[in-house]
């Protein structure tokens, strides 16, 4: 089965200060991953996705992710954390079985980002 | 750029009620995916369609049923409101099936 475990329910980081949000898949063959952005009382916002081309994946505003297959790993990054990226981040998995388009959500990472 | 539009956005209703939630995907997309959002929750898939045929299945209730009409718009009809259906739902549309989902900004409904 697929899935996809996000490792901390919490970060908190100050304003410049570069920004980690871990995200370990598990699935038997390559899959199809995807950062989503959930700001307050907003919808979802696609920031990037890894469909098996270039591992290193950029986004918009400045993220990006690492699909790392040894460490079975999509972590988000950004060199540089601004107050505007303060949100809660999914990292979310395409469910592959015949012609399913379903996706699986982590459970979110709340990011603070602190002045 | 157009988006997922989806009317309303805020929605009260009392227990044991109906309620019609509206999806209009992003021109030329044929494909339409609804999620639940509990509280404090991620986000769970419910239905999908594709070309006006359902082409997945989730956890819907079964007092839950949807459909996509001829425009490609989709509508989440659900009756005998419970208090646990209080909920963010979220409809998503690609342009053809397995492509990328792009989402709405959500319906919030409150079951009193």
């Known amino acids: 089965a697929q899935s996809v475990t996000q490792l901390d329910s919490h970060v908190s980081v100050s304003e410049g200060t570069p920004v980690l949000l871990r995200c370990n898949y598990s699935?038997?063959?390559?899959?199809?991953l995807f950062w989503y952005v959930q700001h307050p009382n907003k919808g979802l916002q696609l920031l990037l996705k890894y469909t098996s081309a270039a591992t290193l994946v950029k986004g918009i505003n400045g993220f990006e992710a690492e699909f790392k297959k040894s460490e079975t790993s999509f972590h988000l990054t950004k060199p540089s954390a601004h107050m505007s990226d303060a949100a809660e981040y999914f990292c979310v998995v395409r469910l592959r079985s015949g012609a399913t388009n379903k996706l699986i959500f982590g459970t979110g990472t709340l990011l603070a980002v602190q002045p | 750029a157009a988006g997922v539009i989806q009317s309303p956005r805020h929605l009260i209703k009392e227990k044991r009620e109906t309620a019609t939630l509206k999806c209009y995907p992003i021109p030329r997309h044929d494909t339409v995916y609804w999620y639940q959002q509990g509280p404090g929750q991620d986000p769970q898939f419910l239905i999908s369609f594709y070309e006006k045929m359902q082409s997945d299945k989730g956890s819907i209730p079964d007092r839950f049923s949807a459909q996509q009409f001829s425009d490609y718009h989709s509508e989440l009809n659900m009756s005998s409101l419970e208090l646990g259906d209080s909920a963010l739902y979220f409809c998503?549309?690609?342009?053809?099936?397995?492509?990328?989902?792009?989402f709405g900004p959500g319906t919030r409904l409150l079951v009193l």
């Open positions: 699935s038997s063959y390559s899959p199809s």
């Open positions: 998503a549309s690609s342009p053809r099936p397995l492509e990328t989902q792009y």
